[in-house]
């Protein structure tokens, strides 16, 4: 029996298993799509610091009774061409069929735990990660919420002055996985954006980063990115991420938030461009990109252009159309220079 890939590893071991991308924001990936990716035919989509980062969630197949499942935060290093490391697969299936063999879903003994979490493959992922995943797995499996839950709910419904400082964090990232099934706390939200105490507010629109939330919310937040404080700005546009990751967002040149990034541009932030190229980077096409550009370009900061460019030109979906931009004869003199300065720190690098 061969394997050559961590797919194969998973589907030959007698496991069924669920993947999550833990990269730039905690999404499902298709089992398809896993697959290609360990065999190099495709390239990851989301990395960041040159990485692949997975949540792999694998059981026992035809389990007689429910079992809890294990899970392995994995994060593997990438080629120049973006394809996951075939070595570092290698390495890390070495490590633990030399541990347990190929029946990885069996019981660990302390010492065979302690050994795996050796591994330099394996990562702690930030509390905000972890309860994005958490939420999402409990929604998939029809699981109650944490008992956190309802004091989220209370709290967004009903700001107080202090409740917000027992929050439980889970709890917050619950409330948002299941807002389609609550209108009435949606519309709360979307109402009371602007008046959260500030910890919430932030709490709250790092949990909408990671989930598609109603519509509705969304409608109400795009026009509240021209006349909130520079603070509320920058936790409004995480909250839009979703928006941006749509299967036709990146079709759609009418959307209502590309006209509000188009405006917000002329003024925004270090902080906002950022965000813009790592959470809400599917939008960045044609002319909004050459916006962009503009802005991080008058920056005056030559490491945020060189940071943001570089990693935008990883994200396969970007890097082709943020090619063909910069190598037009005609680019504004801002970005022609800051790309030709760009261009010369790497060929010394």
């Known amino acids: 029996m061969t394997i050559n890939y961590l797919?194969?590893?998973?589907?030959?071991?007698?496991?069924d298993f669920v993947v999550y991308d833990m990269g730039r924001r905690v999404v499902p990936m298709g089992a398809e799509q896993f697959t290609a990716i360990c065999a190099q035919h495709q390239p990851y989509p989301f990395p960041t610091q040159h990485q692949a980062w997975f949540a792999v969630v694998f059981w026992p197949k035809l389990a007689t009774s429910k079992v809890e499942p294990y899970?392995?935060?994995?994060?593997?290093?990438?080629?120049?061409?973006?394809?996951?490391?075939?070595?570092?697969?290698?390495?890390?299936?070495?490590?633990?069929?030399?541990?347990?063999?190929?029946?990885?879903?069996?019981?660990?003994?302390?010492?065979?735990?302690?050994?795996?979490?050796?591994?330099?493959?394996?990562?702690?992922?930030?509390?905000?990660?972890?309860?994005?995943?958490?939420?999402?797995?409990?929604?998939?499996?029809?699981?109650?919420?944490?008992?956190?839950?309802?004091?989220?709910?209370?709290?967004?419904?009903?700001?107080?002055?202090e409740g917000w400082q027992q929050l439980g964090l889970q709890g917050i990232h619950d409330v948002c996985q299941r807002l389609e099934s609550d209108q009435y706390l949606t519309t709360s939200i979307a109402a009371q954006w602007l008046d959260y105490p500030e910890p919430l507010q932030k709490a709250l629109a790092e949990a909408l980063e990671h989930c598609q939330a109603p519509d509705y919310l969304y409608q109400q937040l795009i026009p509240k990115l021209a006349d909130v404080s520079n603070s509320q700005r920058l936790q409004t546009l995480r909250a839009l991420a979703g928006v941006a990751h749509k299967a036709d967002a990146a079709l759609d040149k009418e959307l209502p938030l590309v006209a509000a990034l188009t405006e917000l541009l002329s003024h925004a932030s270090a902080d906002e461009l950022v965000i813009l190229a790592t959470r809400l980077?599917?939008?960045?096409?044609?002319?909004?990109?050459?916006?962009?550009?503009?802005?991080?370009?008058?920056?005056?900061?030559?490491?945020?252009?060189?940071g943001i460019v570089s990693d935008l030109l990883r994200v396969p979906s970007t890097r082709t159309q943020l090619l063909m931009l910069l190598q037009q004869p005609e680019l504004p003199a801002p970005v022609a220079a800051a790309w030709q300065q760009f261009i010369i720190k790497q060929s010394r690098s």
């Not at 797919?7 to 496991?15: C, M, N, R, T």
């Not at 190929?102 to 990660?129: D, R």
């Not at 599917?282 to 503009?294: A, D, H, S, T, V």
């Open 7 to 15: 797919s194969d590893l998973l589907e030959q071991s007698q496991s």
């Open 71 to 161: 899970l392995w935060f994995l994060r593997m290093p990438l080629d120049e061409r973006g394809l996951l490391s075939l070595t570092a697969q290698q390495d890390f299936m070495t490590q633990v069929i030399t541990l347990l063999g190929q029946q990885i879903s069996g019981a660990l003994t302390e010492q065979q735990q302690h050994q795996l979490q050796q591994s330099a493959y394996l990562f702690t992922p930030a509390e905000v990660k972890r309860a994005a995943l958490h939420a999402q797995l409990s929604k998939r499996w029809q699981r109650p919420p944490s008992i956190y839950y309802e004091h989220a709910q209370s709290e967004l419904l009903s700001p107080s002055s």
């Open 281 to 306: 980077w599917p939008l960045l096409q044609g002319e909004l990109l050459l916006e962009f550009m503009q802005r991080l370009a008058v920056s005056q900061s030559s490491e945020l252009f060189a």
